[in-house]
């Protein structure tokens, strides 16, 4: 299977609480539900059809305690996410978590890369990891996320935790896809290429006779 990291940021980069002011407020947040402002039927649609690709959903234990919340209380019949989501089957990399309440649901237990690996080898099309940044910051760094998706939204907060800013090597991607909606969310569609390459700046010749 491919491993996806689908993140919703601000143009600063900040991807804490993006759905509601109360979704996340560790250390001291305040300024959660930025996303929503902007969201609009071209968002929804794109965000569908990503998920229209998972055979499973790859989260860690705040992500998925925080989803295990909210989204069996989501019974809406015309939500394009709910049942999809609840259906799913869920692996949560934990140490630390028991059993889960949001059902299917897998834990696993050990060394996350390995474990993360010996899932990824398996047959199948997605593996989707849906917030849990600082998972995805890892896995991205160790080479096993094959994509990433990021939504932009026109907004600087200034505060907040931002994404892919702990340690690791650098890792260069290659655009699929973009789009901007109505409502001026950027929809981002990379593949990783492995260590970003760098190079030295020779004047501006060369890359106009190319």
């Not at 900040?14 to 560790?26: A, C, H, L, R, Y």
């Not at 989707?128 to 907060?157: C, F, K, N, W």
Request: overall charge negative.
């Amino acid at each position: 299977m491919k491993i996806s990291l689908t993140e919703f940021v601000t143009l600063d980069g900040v991807s804490q609480g993006p759905g509601s002011p109360d979704e996340d407020t560790s250390e001291g947040f305040t300024q959660g539900g930025w996303l929503v402002p902007h969201m609009d039927g071209t968002f929804v649609q794109q965000a569908s059809d990503w998920l229209d690709l998972a055979d499973g959903l790859l989260l860690g234990r705040r992500t998925y305690e925080a989803f295990a919340r909210d989204w069996p209380k989501v019974t809406d019949p015309d939500d394009p996410f709910a049942e999809r989501m609840n259906s799913l089957p869920k692996y949560v990399v934990s140490n630390t978590l028991t059993e889960g309440i949001w059902q299917p649901v897998t834990v696993l237990k050990g060394d996350p890369l390995r474990t993360v690996a010996e899932l990824k080898s398996r047959p199948g099309r997605e593996l989707q990891i849906h917030g849990s940044a600082r998972l995805g910051e890892a896995l991205l760094s160790a080479g096993l996320v094959d994509v990433v998706r990021l939504v932009v939204a026109p907004t600087v907060l200034r505060t907040g935790r931002r994404l892919l800013t702990g340690p690791g090597g650098p890792s260069g991607l290659r655009l699929l896809r973009h789009e901007a909606t109505p409502k001026g969310l950027l929809l981002l569609e990379y593949e990783t290429t492995g260590r970003a390459a760098v190079g030295e700046y020779q004047g501006l010749s060369e890359f106009v006779q190319r």
